[in-house]
């Protein structure tokens, strides 16, 4: 089990410009979430997706979208950067049905905007 | 207003001390409580998950504690070792029947040969 994998571990954008980054969840899991991490802070949460679905959304504007495909794999999409959108983007996978207690995080992206 | 607060924001020990983190939360309707290990750079690693009733849990040298009438939680690391540097991070999630995931800002422990 590769446990929760992302991809690109890390990229580099500048202003204005749109990116796409990739959560593929543990094994068995069918909940993905998603956080931001700027440096030196907790995450914070941006949104959940199940059953193809947004589910839950934190506070964060519609630049940021989100998509879940049938094999419960995700992708974050930000567009029009901003120099504030360079953080750590984390994706978290559980299972719905064992009431989402624990959540699996994968090992990141790194973004930064130029 | 929920939240999630982490004492101290950083803390430096000697390599074999005990350390004890603390996390307080004003969090309703509280669903459990999570610690998580963050190495710099990483995805964060669980350590300990405690609902309502456990009022403490052990993962080899980390044990948690939970106190649900006061909202208070510690992580308690023992015979600390260089590879526990890293960030450790409380995380609350509320029994709303939906996802309600409240994260504080973590502790950066730091150990020192």
């Known amino acids: 089990d590769a446990g929760v994998t992302q991809s690109p571990t890390h990229l580099i954008k500048t202003r204005g410009q749109q990116v796409t980054l990739r959560c593929s969840p543990k094994s068995g899991h069918d909940t993905v979430s998603w956080y931001q991490q700027a440096l030196g802070q907790g995450p914070q949460f941006i949104f959940q997706?199940?059953?193809?679905?947004?589910?839950q959304r934190g506070n964060f504007p519609d630049r940021f979208s989100g998509h879940q495909f049938p094999n419960y794999s995700s992708e974050l999409n930000v567009n029009a950067l901003l120099l504030g959108d360079s953080a750590l983007y984390l994706c978290?996978?559980?299972?719905?049905?064992?009431?989402?207690?624990?959540?699996?995080f994968g090992p990141g992206t790194r973004l930064t905007v130029l | 207003k929920n939240q999630v607060e982490q004492s101290p924001q950083s803390l430096i020990i000697l390599e074999g001390k005990n350390c004890t983190l603390q996390?307080?939360?004003?969090?309703?309707?509280?669903?459990?409580l999570r610690w998580y290990k963050q190495d710099t750079g990483r995805g964060p690693v669980s350590l300990t998950i405690m609902t309502f009733s456990e009022n403490t849990k052990s993962n080899g040298r980390y044990t948690a504690t939970l106190d649900a009438d006061t909202k208070q939680s510690s992580l308690h690391i023992t015979a600390s070792q260089l590879s526990d540097s890293a960030s450790y991070i409380c995380v609350v999630s509320l029994n709303t029947g939906g996802f309600k995931t409240i994260f504080g800002a973590g502790t950066r422990l730091f150990v020192k040969a």
């Open positions: 978290a996978s559980s299972f719905r049905g064992g009431g989402g207690i624990e959540q699996f």
């Open positions: 997706y199940y059953e193809e679905e947004e589910r």
């Open positions: 996390c307080n939360y004003t969090v309703s309707p509280f669903s459990n």
